[in-house]
């Protein structure tokens, strides 16, 4: 095993991919920031966060979910 030589680490806090445990009380049980600003624009088109398996975290239209991500998830 080869140490790592290099680390990217990209932190995307505050997408909303999901709503929060009480979002029921509050009228967001349904909350998907980021799903429905893609679905607003007729989908997005991101490649290298594709292959890295951004459409493996949720579905995103127009993202596909790679079935070898080049990235941790």
């Known amino acids: 095993m080869h140490p790592l030589e290099r680390v990217f680490l990209l932190v995307m806090d ?16 349904h ?24 459409g493996r975290i949720i579905p995103i239209e127009g993202i596909d979910s790679v079935a070898d991500p080049l990235a941790s998830f």
């Open 14 to 29: 505050g997408m909303g991919v999901g709503a929060a445990p009480d979002a029921d009380l509050f009228g967001d049980a």
């Open 31 to 54: 909350a998907n920031t980021f799903a429905n600003c893609a679905r607003a624009v007729g989908g997005l088109h991101l490649p290298n966060l594709e292959r890295l398996g951004l």
